[in-house]
């Protein structure tokens, strides 16, 4: 059956990110059911990459809810989320190797953190 894993991660993103990186986060939390080009990643493979951001279970406390909201007087986007699912092929790590390079942090500043269904301490995640 597999065991699940719980993801929280903020971040805001670069004022210059790209227009098809926000199409592609929009589908992944559920805002549009246009399904963009995805780009050569290997999150984008043979991982359910599509509904990650929208993962949810009984296992943990939290609700689900993963948001993108843009901000006028910051001129970017900020991505809040939490979600959990079953991480069978590492999507929670692919998806932050694809994101970094869109998110305005600093190495070294914290974005969030991963937890295992099985495990009471939290995988805490940096820039």
């Known amino acids: 059956m597999g065991m699940y894993t719980e993801l929280h991660y903020n971040a805001e993103l670069k ?4 227009e098809d990186v926000i199409e592609i986060l929009r589908y992944m939390i559920g805002n549009t059911e246009n399904k963009p080009k995805t780009p050569k990643h290997d999150l984008f493979g043979d991982t359910r990459w599509h509904c990650m ?10 609700d689900t809810c993963s948001t993108l909201r843009y901000d006028s007087i910051s001129n970017s986007y900020f991505l ?3 979600c959990n699912m079953k991480n069978y092929n590492d999507e929670i790590s692919l ?3 694809w994101i970094r390079p869109y998110i305005r942090k600093d ?7 991963s937890r295992y269904e099985e495990s009471e301490t939290p995988d805490l995640i940096y820039a």
């Open 15 to 18: 004022s210059n990110v790209p």
């Open 53 to 62: 951001l929208q993962g949810d279970s009984y296992y943990f406390d939290a």
């Open 107 to 113: 190495e070294g500043d914290f974005l969030g953190f």
């Open 80 to 82: 809040c989320i939490r």
């Open 95 to 97: 998806f932050i190797d």
